[in-house]
């Protein structure tokens, strides 16, 4: 019998939608209210063709509730009423007329400071105000629709989580936070390092009175989001705790996938009470898939038109990072990777079937790898992992789901981030170079129990890297019952 609350889950972007829609399905056979909210923020997520078709199939499936809100066009993109910011110019503007137009003017610079100080102002009243707006859009919302539990897949700082955890705290809606990914603070300092808008030379000086927003080691002095928005977060009293790690917003209860996770997030400096080891429902249908590798793999590389005989060697996706905040990287364009990796990869099409699997935020690498040797694929990352004698990866949060699984990782960190989730672990190697690359694929080409052995020294992590058993549901949903009973 379905329980009588209203479960509402949020996801605000294509890497989080796939957690949550598996959450959102599995919960709706527990509940008699189930929604899944996506919140848009940015232009590139309405321009995805493909995420708005896997939306619409997932619509499809038994009338679900799946509402989408236009986070843009409702914040964003539309004037925002704000009283102070006409009130506040009038007052400038008074001031500037009678005290200072005779002198402050005489120079050009002067000019320029002027205004940029007022541009400044304006800034920062249209960023508080886009942080205002968003929580009392959602306020009103709840208010209108109330629902028993929110679930959410981060609580990292910006205008989308903060304010709607407020709302929540303020109508005593607890928040559950189910993480899709698993980083910690270094993953933010390495992907701000080189984006200028957070160089804190670029911001106001008074940036300096706010110290847990600034990163200060060697030659890298950043803040973790520009100082508008480190006011907005000030004004609208949604400071985190840490607001580098992409978890410390404020939640009831984080439910972790596996002791590994719990201990990764434990060292990062979340608190033990925060954390739940819940395991997660992609884990329970990877250990279904797994325990049906050959049916399953043999469908899949039946529609592909590939030999069953052959074991699946996956690519993973790699995000495009070219002309954004990256470390290094040997190449200067995707198509150099590609065209690279194609090459390095060719000795293993003897022995082995080549699946790539894009990264959602870069579907084209599929499209610029791809080859009549190399297929694309758009299945889901978790269901072709176990089906795998050995998974490419590209410093990517999917390896758990491999340590999981016991399949044999390469991880190519080509943009030399050095993030340390996966470092000194059994059955990952560890490269940074095409010549890496090279040197994993003669080894696995020249000793064929090579990838064996490797799996064989996994076979114990799966106890803790998931939680085994198939009964994860039973435990979500006994958290989500206890908190929203409160």
Not at 229 to 249: C, E, K, M, R, T
Not at 418 to 443: C, H, M
Request: charged share 20%.
């Amino acid at each position: 019998m379905q329980r009588n609350k209203k479960i509402e889950i949020f996801a605000s972007s294509d890497t989080e939608i796939v957690e949550m829609a598996a959450l959102f399905f599995a919960l709706d056979k527990y509940y008699a209210h189930v929604q899944l909210s996506f919140l848009v923020s940015d232009i590139n997520t309405f321009g995805d063709s493909r995420l708005w078709q896997r939306i619409e199939e997932y619509k499809s499936k038994d009338n679900l509730n799946i509402v989408v809100y236009d986070m843009v066009n409702f914040v964003e993109f539309e004037p925002i009423p704000f009283e102070s910011e006409s009130r506040m110019m009038g007052l400038i503007a008074k001031f500037y007329y009678l005290y200072l137009q005779k002198w402050w003017l005489k120079t050009r610079s002067f000019r320029v400071r002027f205004f940029s100080i007022i541009r400044f102002f304006k800034n920062i009243i249209k960023v508080c105000g886009l942080y205002k707006s968003t929580y009392e859009f959602h306020l009103a919302r709840f208010k209108l629709e109330p629902c028993s539990i929110a679930l959410l897949p981060d609580n990292v700082v910006g205008p989308i989580w903060p304010p709607l955890t407020k709302a929540c705290k303020k109508l005593n809606i607890p928040v559950m936070v189910f993480p899709f990914t698993i980083c910690n603070q270094e993953e933010a300092v390495q992907t701000l390092r080189n984006n200028e808008t957070v160089w804190f030379k670029n911001n106001p000086a008074i940036s300096r009175y706010f110290p847990k927003w600034r990163y200060q080691h060697g030659d890298i002095d950043i803040l973790r989001v520009p100082f508008p928005h480190i006011v907005a977060h000030s004004l609208l009293n949604v400071v985190p705790s840490d607001p580098w790690h992409y978890l410390s917003g404020e939640s009831d209860v984080i439910a972790v996938d596996s002791p590994a996770t719990y201990q990764y997030f434990l060292r990062s400096g979340i608190a033990e009470s925060e954390m739940q080891v819940t395991g997660s429902l992609l884990q329970d249908q990877m250990a279904q898939i797994k325990k049906n590798k050959s049916a399953k793999s043999a469908e899949i590389l039946s529609q592909l038109n590939l030999d069953p005989e052959k074991p699946i060697f996956l690519i993973g996706g790699c995000p495009n990072q070219f002309g954004s905040s990256t470390v290094y990287c040997e190449f200067d364009e995707m198509i150099e990777v590609s065209n690279a990796l194609r090459e390095a990869l060719h000795p293993l099409v003897t022995n082995f079937n080549i699946l790539v699997r894009p990264h959602p935020n870069f579907f084209e690498f599929g499209e610029l790898l791809a080859c009549d040797f190399i297929r694309v694929t758009d299945k889901p990352t978790y269901e072709l992992i176990p089906l795998s004698a050995c998974y490419l990866a590209f410093a990517s949060a999917t390896i758990r789901w491999a340590l999981f699984s016991s399949v044999p990782v390469i991880n190519y960190d080509i943009f030399n981030y050095n993030f340390s989730e996966y470092k000194n672990r059994s059955g990952i190697a560890e490269v940074n170079t095409l010549d890496g690359i090279t040197a994993q694929i003669r080894q696995i080409i020249t000793d064929e129990h090579h990838l064996k052995k490797m799996s064989e020294d996994m076979a114990d992590l799966a106890n803790h890297w998931g939680v085994v058993g198939g009964k994860n549901i039973e435990k979500i949903t006994s958290t989500i019952d206890r908190l929203s009973s409160q």
